[in-house]
């Protein structure tokens, strides 16, 4: 498991861009009949991507539950959310199987034991992208289907931005611990996210970029309002967003992602607004 640990903002100030892609960009989470994690030490979420093709895949592959999460088992004191960006696939949790169609989602309680990951075709294999974090108590496992979310409608034409967002691992849809995990679907000819933008001190955030043409790029904004930065991004790939720091972002094209957030609270709405006056 790869380990990120956390950056203060002074700090990044004086990041060049290999070293802010270093801390913040994660990279080729899919890689056939493979599990990929990454363990950030900002609030303690896993971001992690799994693609099975030929194989059944164990969420604990390449996973040393002793040494990297310090339990016997992987959600032994976590919870898990997950969404399925690729073909169709099936998710076996305790020997209950979820099958997950493309944009469905699963929320995983803390205390299973045996989480497995396999695709019903090797041609058009699934993408089972995946936010965990710490949990206090037990809650049911949940199939979300993209028709079971809450859809809100956001954003105008003029300001090229209109968009819609489905939450998935939500307390309006489901019960847990801290997790919170949604995708924006931007519509065509529409290019920027969260824009006015914010910061939430009490929650940090994880997007995923997926739905893009290999040429596209999202220029997806972070840094404190008055010291803005920039990562260059391709399709697939996420991004670690530190609570002091805005999360906003810009395509070539039209794009989707997936937000997951950690942290204090659970309150959507809870959001500090960055005035435009105030970027810098």
């Known amino acids: 498991m790869e380990i990120r640990y956390a950056s203060h903002p002074a700090d990044v100030k004086g990041y060049d861009t290999e070293v802010l892609r270093d801390e913040f960009l994660i990279q080729e989470l899919f890689n056939a009949d493979d599990n990929k994690m990454v363990y950030s030490h900002v609030d303690r979420i896993i971001t992690g991507g799994i693609m099975p093709v030929n194989e059944t895949v164990n969420l604990e592959k390449n996973v040393d539950c002793a040494k990297d999460l310090g339990v016997e088992t992987f959600l032994q004191r976590r919870e898990l959310g997950m969404i399925n960006v690729g073909g169709k696939g099936t998710v076996t949790v ?28 090797a041609a058009s294999p699934a993408k089972f992208y995946l936010n965990s974090t710490p949990a206090h108590q037990t809650y049911p496992t949940v199939k979300i289907s993209i028709n079971d979310t809450t859809p809100i409608h956001l954003g105008t034409q003029e300001e090229s931005n209109t968009r819609t967002i489905y939450q998935y691992v939500h307390p309006n849809v ?13 519509e065509p000819n529409n290019t920027w996210n969260t824009m006015p933008c914010h910061t939430h001190d009490r929650r940090m955030e994880v997007y995923f970029y997926f739905d893009m043409d290999e040429d596209s790029r999202v220029f997806h904004l972070m840094g404190e309002p008055s010291e803005t930065r920039h990562i260059v991004m391709k399709n697939e790939d996420a991004v670690i967003s530190p609570s002091w720091s805005i999360h906003s972002g810009v395509g070539t094209k039209n794009y989707t992602f997936i937000w997951g957030m950690a942290g204090e609270n ?7 607004a960055v005035q435009m006056k105030d970027l810098f």
């Open 94 to 121: 305790d020997g209950e199987k979820y099958d997950l169609e493309p944009r469905d989602g699963l929320y995983i309680g803390m205390g299973n034991k045996n989480v497995e990951f396999s695709s019903a075709d």
């Open 174 to 186: 489901l019960e847990s611990c801290q997790l919170l995990m949604g995708m924006t679907v931007l």
């Open 266 to 272: 659970q309150t959507f709405t809870d959001m500090d």
